[in-house]
């Protein structure tokens, strides 16, 4: 299990356990910047590796 699915399980489970739908809203929110933030992430670290490999792009 990577860190981005243990972060993506603990708070689903927070979020379940929430009996007020602010709080449960909250967490999910949260998880989703979360995944949000991992996708840009790789977005970057890919367009790094692609930059590393053409030299006309330095």
Known sequence: ???QE???QQLQTLAAQQPQ???RAFWL???QV???Q???HDQLQ???DGRT???DRW
């Open 29 to 31: 929110a949260l998880d």
């Open 46 to 48: 890919g367009e790094v």
């Open 21 to 23: 739908f602010t709080d």
């Open 38 to 40: 991992a996708q840009r």
């Open 53 to 55: 490999w053409r030299p």
């Open 34 to 36: 979360v995944r949000e």
């Open 1 to 3: 299990m990577t860190d």
């Open 6 to 8: 243990w972060l993506h």
